[in-house]
């Protein structure tokens, strides 16, 4: 494999650029392309059949653009596909899984909370994380329509605020002392959320994990890119690309394509 070859990534629309955004941080002269399937958009109510089937069409992508290692920058194709991707392909991938080790070690009430999709907290993959931590109880919410808003541009929508007040009360309610975002898309709400939640409720998600798992992935696979300049950086999405190049800032310019 060539070092110089990109970091590939994709997610079921625009919010795994929260997870490409601390990859390139972290290595910015690492080439990325990233996919946006927001023409698929959710994954989180579709069968665990067709995640797969789509996150293979998404894979079979990448490696055409010669990707040298996978990022699965969604927690619901993660949860539901990374096992067969890794089964069916040689190239490495690194996943994304609700960050639920490091709340439940630091949570002092040993109560937490965690918003996802369906697709997430129904996953096999999930529960098994879950039951680890037997003494803390978790208090799971699927964050139904949130993703559909974020992917209108809806952010700082009445209707999300509606939404995060009926998934986040109950919780404040039961005492959490940490708030799980378990889905790559929910960082972009932080702002709205930490409107809502007591300012000692503590909110974590797996973006920086997760670029730290990519650096030491390609460190020890020697992959890393030994040029010194600033990585190019590819977004295609297969639906309307606005929201898509607003939520970049208008930095980078996101090619419309059907993949
Ligand atoms: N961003 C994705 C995740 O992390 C998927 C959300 C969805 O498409 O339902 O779960």
Redesign the pocket.
């Known amino acids: 494999m060539e070092n110089n070859n990109p970091i590939g990534l994709f ?3 625009i ?2 650029t929260s997870i490409w955004k601390e990859i390139h941080e972290l290595l910015p002269n690492e080439d990325t392309i990233y996919l946006a ?1 927001s023409k ?7 069968s665990k059949e067709e995640i797969i089937e789509l996150s293979i069409k998404n894979t079979e992508y990448l490696l055409n653009q010669n990707a040298k290692i996978i990022v699965v ?7 539901n596909a990374i096992k067969v991707l890794r089964a069916k392909y040689k190239v490495p991938f690194i996943g ?1 899984e609700p960050a639920i080790k490091p709340a439940a070690i630091h949570s002092n009430s040993h109560i937490i909370g965690i918003l ?5 907290l129904n996953s096999e993959l999930f529960h098994q994380t879950a039951e680890k931590y037997n003494d803390t109880k978790i208090i799971e919410q699927i ?1 139904h329509g949130l ?2 808003l974020i ?1 209108n541009g809806e952010i700082n929508s009445k209707d999300m605020d509606l939404l995060l007040h009926q998934y986040l009360e109950p919780m404040i309610e039961a005492n959490i002392d940490y708030l799980v975002l ?5 960082p972009y709400l932080i702002p709205q959320i930490k409107k809502i939640l007591p300012k000692d409720i503590k909110i974590i998600d797996s973006g920086e994990a997760v670029a730290r798992q990519t650096k030491s992935v390609l460190l020890e696979r020697n992959e890393l890119n030994n040029e010194t300049n600033k990585g190019k950086a590819i977004f295609y999405s297969n639906s309307d690309s606005r929201v898509l190049t607003e939520i970049l800032q208008n930095k980078y310019k996101v090619i419309s394509k059907d993949f």
Do not use: F, L, M, W
Request: aromatic share 6%.
């Open positions: 997610d079921s629309g919010g795994g399937d698929n958009a959710p994954y989180g109510q579709k920058a969604c927690n619901t194709a993660t949860t994304i996802a999709t369906q697709g997430t964050g993703v559909g992917e378990g889905c790559s898309h929910y």
